[in-house]
């Protein structure tokens, strides 16, 4: 059973940074396309970045490109996600999310293990 557990949120005010961590254990960390996704309160969850297993294959939401980067250090079965110039609409539970399947990786459905979230909070 493979555990996910995000870290690294916070208050930050607009243009600010912050890197989000997600850690994994329990399973084959480095076989897995990995995945952040986010949830403002009264909105759906929403697809953010995802990194195939060997990182070389990166995706992002139009909203981020060019602010966010999603890294992964397989050694250390951990991904993270630089967030830069931020802005008050990134303000979100940001989840980390893990799948075998690369079917559609923008897509929630497609990832079977899930984080508990990591709240961030850009203030103007």
């Known amino acids: 059973q493979v555990q996910l557990v995000e870290s690294g949120g916070g208050l930050v005010q607009a243009g600010g940074s912050l890197r989000l961590s997600c850690a994994a254990s329990?399973?084959?960390?480095?076989?897995?396309?990995m995945g952040w996704f986010r949830q403002a309160p009264g909105n759906e969850r929403e697809f953010v970045a995802a990194?195939?297993?060997?990182?070389?294959?990166?995706y992002y939401a139009d909203s981020v490109k060019g602010r966010f980067t999603i890294s992964r250090d397989n050694a250390k079965n951990t991904v993270y996600l630089q967030m830069n110039s931020l802005k008050p609409e990134d303000t979100a539970v940001y989840y980390c999310?893990?799948?075998?399947?690369?079917?559609?990786?923008?897509?929630?459905?497609?990832?079977?293990?899930w984080g508990r979230g990591t709240q961030v909070i850009v203030s103007s």
């Open positions: 999310a893990g799948t075998a399947d690369y079917s559609d990786l923008r897509r929630g459905r497609t990832y079977d293990y």
């Open positions: 990194s195939a297993w060997r990182g070389l294959s990166t």
């Open positions: 329990g399973g084959t960390f480095s076989s897995y396309a």
